[in-house]
Nanobody, 125 residues
């Protein structure tokens, strides 16, 4: 069992930056692929970024080049740094963990076994 707690969301102006954090419980964090998803009001949850246990990064086109996902296994933490934020980045951001080794599964929410409660990111224009 893994529990995930996100933090770092908030209100930021367009063009600004944020770093989201997600702390995981459990001793097997390093074995999990970690992902970030987001859900805007009235929209479906969408994939943002993922990082495999071996360090392979994968990004949605909408955030590629503006975001970096990283992890610190010693701290059981995964990060999502977002730069050049746009109003359309406004959403609740969720952290997820899944035991997967095929990167083609990264964007698929059903591939993840555990989810956090989310942290709100609001980008003002």
């Amino acid at each position: 069992q893994v529990s995930l707690v996100e933090s770092g969301g908030g209100l930021v102006q367009a063009g600004g930056s944020l770093r989201l954090s997600c702390v995981a419980s459990g001793r097997t964090f390093s074995r999990y692929a970690m992902g970030w998803f987001r859900q805007a009001p009235g929209k479906e949850r969408e994939f943002v970024a993922a990082l495999s246990s071996g360090g392979i990064e994968y990004y949605a086109v909408s955030v590629k080049g503006r975001s970096t996902i990283s992890r610190d296994n010693a701290k059981n933490t995964v990060y999502l740094e977002m730069n050049s934020l746009k109003p359309e980045d406004t959403a609740v951001y969720y952290c997820a963990a899944g035991m997967m080794y095929n990167t083609s599964n990264f964007p698929r929410s059903r591939a993840y076994d555990y989810w956090g409660q989310g942290t709100q990111v609001t980008v003002s224009s």
